[in-house]
């Protein structure tokens, strides 16, 4: 079954503002991954997360750790038409478990 | 960080014909791997996971004859759409990990069988 789910599903915004999608997971994790997916292209890795880091930085995206409700969250701050995009988030946690993914957050950002 | 590759990033091949993609990993040692396939609009649903040396594991509903993976290697493995069909047509995805490392995912090969 899937790890983690993100929330919302789809998400629709002005240019400018800010863009929160949050990830939901079901066991523990060693660290967890933000990944973006333009339209019919590739995964590009945006940000990893350890289970012992509750908050990291890059650009203009934030992401949280919250280990205690099993959920991350990713922020896009002051987004752009071109952060148009599906946005995955994936769990691992090590040895022998295998990541997964969740369904994806679409965002589309308004010029 | 840990990188892998994955070559090509789109291919697009006849039907009938058999495919070959390639996954590497460039600065570590990968003792497993794994596939993944995304449909349409959908999330990347695991097919098989593969250890070096040893025969893969694929998922309920994978046919292992279709979708050969061959991990000879700790830096490469490799899935080969043998006879493929448009059917199979979708984004391929590879992840990597070593014994004293996170998993980390290629960028992913589109396929467009025609």
């Known amino acids: 079954s899937q790890q983690g789910e993100e929330d919302p599903q789809a998400l629709s915004i002005q240019e400018g503002e800010n863009a929160t999608m949050n990830c939901s997971y079901k066991?523990?994790?060693?660290?967890l991954q933000w990944y973006r997916q333009n339209s019919g292209r590739g995964l590009v890795h945006l940000i990893l997360?350890?289970?012992?880091?509750r908050e990291k930085h890059s650009g203009r995206l934030r992401v949280t750790l919250d280990t205690s409700k099993k959920s991350s969250s990713l922020l896009i701050t002051a987004s752009r038409a071109a952060d148009t995009a599906s946005y995955f988030c994936?769990?691992?946690?090590?040895?022998?478990?295998?990541?997964?993914f969740g369904r994806g957050t679409s965002l589309i950002v308004h010029p | 960080g840990a990188v892998v590759s994955q070559h090509p990033s789109w291919v697009i091949c006849k039907s009938g014909t058999s495919v070959k993609i390639e996954c590497r990993s460039l600065d570590f040692q990968a003792t497993t791997m794994f596939w993944y396939r995304q449909f349409p609009k959908q999330s990347l649903m695991l097919m098989a996971t593969?250890?070096?040396?040893?025969?893969?594991?694929?998922e309920q509903g994978v046919e292992k004859d279709k979708f050969l993976i061959n991990h000879a290697s700790l830096t490469l493995s490799t899935l080969t759409v043998t006879s493929a069909h448009p059917e199979d047509s979708s984004f391929y995805i590879c992840?990597?990990?070593?014994?004293?490392?996170?998993?980390?995912f290629g960028q992913g090969t589109r396929l467009t069988v025609v």
């Open positions: 066991t523990s994790i060693n660290n």
């Open positions: 992840s990597a990990r070593g014994t004293y490392t996170e998993a980390f």
């Open positions: 994936a769990t691992d946690a090590g040895g022998s478990y295998i990541p997964t």
């Open positions: 593969s250890n070096e040396g040893s025969k893969a594991t694929y």
């Open positions: 997360i350890r289970s012992n880091e």
